[in-house]
């Protein structure tokens, strides 16, 4: 069983929606990790932060071009991450990819290095 394990992944019309899940099979103690992220890539991007909760104080962030239309949540005794999209667009197609971080260092929520633990990743594919 992977560490993360993204699903819900699909295809949608510009304006629909979609609920992305990650299953945390190490995810059992949350005093452990710092942030768990949602992360997108695109074809000739660089991988960009989604979404990110801190395990503390539960206390969300969000990239700009999603704010107002995402949602990440999660369900410590389910061990599961989500992300609610909401009104996609073209923009938000991309490979989508869950990360935990249990590096407790000067890193912030968007950096790829302050994640230590990936998924394999969902596409995500919004037609116009």
């Known amino acids: 069983q992977a560490d993360l394990a993204e699903s819900g992944g699909g295809s949608v019309q510009a304006g629909g929606s979609l609920r992305l899940s990650c299953s945390a099979s190490i995810y059992t103690d949350s005093s452990l990790y710092r942030y768990l992220a949602w992360f997108r890539q695109a074809p000739g991007k660089e991988r960009e932060g989604v979404a990110a909760?801190?395990?503390?104080?539960?206390?969300?962030y969000y990239a700009d071009s999603v704010k107002g239309r995402f949602t990440i949540s999660r369900d410590n005794a389910k061990r599961t991450v989500f992300l609610q999209m909401n009104n996609l667009t073209p923009e938000d197609t991309a490979m989508y990819y869950c990360a935990a971080s249990t590096l407790w260092n000067d890193g912030t929520w968007y950096q790829l290095q302050s994640y230590n633990y990936w998924g394999q990743g969902t596409q995500v594919t919004v037609s116009s």
């Open positions: 909760v801190s395990t503390g104080d539960a206390f969300t």
